[in-house]
């Protein structure tokens, strides 16, 4: 799980950008099953991440739900596709 539990900063424990406002990077919800798992209250049913949009352009959030951890996927570099 990342250091940090809310959307207040990066997901990604290397970068320090905070949250400062809607439309900035990529915010992703999960719903999760077993949220004491997560490190959540037992009422809380969902898992907010935030990457900025420096991570975001880098790597994507995959939820690890057997272990319930958080993966930072990296993106594969984009093909440039070739017209004849």
């Not at 798992?37 to 900025?52: D, F, N, S, Y």
């Not at 880098?58 to 739900?65: A, E, G, K, S």
Request: one cysteine or more.
């Amino acid at each position: 799980m990342p250091d940090n539990p809310d959307i207040s900063s990066c997901a990604n424990p290397k970068c320090g950008s905070e949250f400062k406002r809607l439309g900035g990077g990529n915010l992703t919800v999960y719903l999760v099953d077993d949220p004491v798992a997560w490190g959540l209250p037992e009422h809380i049913k969902q898992r907010a991440l935030w990457l900025c949009d420096t991570c975001a352009s880098q790597m994507y959030i995959r939820l690890d739900r057997l272990r319930h951890v958080v993966r930072f996927v990296r993106k594969l570099p984009a093909q440039n596709s070739k017209t004849a």
